[in-house]
């Protein structure tokens, strides 16, 4: 019967191997273009240098814009969800990361029915 100390070196050791053929699994594995490909993809995300009115333009700006308010109210639920597990049934903070989840809430519906306003105002007045 092999002592724990021998049993804990197997595994180290099965575990350190398993990293050594890791690399040549994934290299059989891709297929994709390589690293200039995806520079030259991704130079483009943003789509601004390829605005051809100002309306476009702003169109693009707002977007952007209310893409980052989506992304800091998602995190205001997520910074609300560690105070509400951190509270220790505290009374007070168990509130605060209601109100905060609340109003995150109410954020992201004002953000998406914003997003369609603008979308709707685009499609009757610029097309």
Not at 11 to 33: D, E, L, N
């Amino acid at each position: 019967m092999p002592t724990p100390k021998m049993q804990s070196i197997v595994k180290a050791v099965t575990f350190a191997a398993s990293f050594a053929w890791m690399p040549k699994a994934m290299a059989q594995v891709y297929s994709g273009c390589g690293i200039l490909c995806g520079i030259s993809g991704a130079s483009g995300i943003t789509g601004l240098a390829q605005s051809t009115s100002i309306s476009e333009l702003i169109l693009k700006i707002i977007a952007f814009i209310l893409d980052i308010a989506l992304i800091l109210a998602v995190l205001a639920i997520i910074i609300a969800g560690l105070y509400l597990i951190t509270s220790q049934g505290d009374e007070g903070q168990k509130d605060k990361a209601k109100r905060i989840i609340f109003y995150a809430i109410i954020g992201i519906l004002l953000i998406l029915f914003s997003r369609a306003i603008v979308m709707v105002v685009n499609s009757i007045f610029f097309t």
